[in-house]
């Protein structure tokens, strides 16, 4: 049976839980909109910690829910921290059906062109906005395979130069 929050701390966390549940929801939302992955760019290499932090935050509310009964609030916190933390770790720059998805979905439609620099940098020229640096890099070893998905996405907008066009 649920109860009501009965302490002015448990309102606090209870708000903190819909915040957490809000922005895990519009996370999965915003991945469900950009399609299917057709490329993973690669991540952080700390990917692997926040997954672990994601899982013991989970693990600990669900602890902190069954044995501890006055702290349910809190465990609802821990729960969706944790889940908050598994869509942040597994975030990673991606080639998805509807564009190139990071910190935000840059549609292809919205892309007039690309320079995928040597060292991995991927820069865009969005319709409307100029050059935008998008704080993906593109590791090494997938850089031809990278190039190869772009280039097959959009054909006619591939810049060959060598050089960055934000420094011009």
């Not at 942040?88 to 439609?109: K, V, Y």
Request: glycine letters at 12%.
């Amino acid at each position: 049976m649920f109860a009501l929050p009965h302490r002015s701390s448990d309102w606090v966390y209870l708000l903190g839980v819909l915040i957490f549940v809000g922005f895990a929801v519009a996370e999965f939302y915003r991945r469900h909109r950009a399609g299917p992955v057709l490329f993973d760019l690669g991540g952080p290499n700390r990917h692997g910690v926040t997954l672990a932090v994601g899982v013991l935050m989970f693990a600990l509310g669900c602890v902190e829910i069954v044995f501890l009964p006055p702290g349910r609030f809190q465990g609802l916190f821990f729960i969706c921290f944790g889940a908050m933390m598994l869509p942040a770790a597994t975030g990673r720059a991606q080639i998805r059906q509807s564009g190139i998805f990071g910190r935000r979905l840059f549609r292809w439609e919205e892309i007039e062109e690309y320079y995928l620099g040597p060292k991995g940098g991927l820069e865009l020229k969005v319709k409307g906005t100029g050059w935008t640096r998008t704080r993906v890099r593109v590791p090494s070893e997938l850089w031809r395979q990278a190039n190869d998905v772009l280039a097959s996405r959009l054909p006619a907008q591939q810049v060959s130069a060598g050089w960055s066009k934000l420094a011009s």
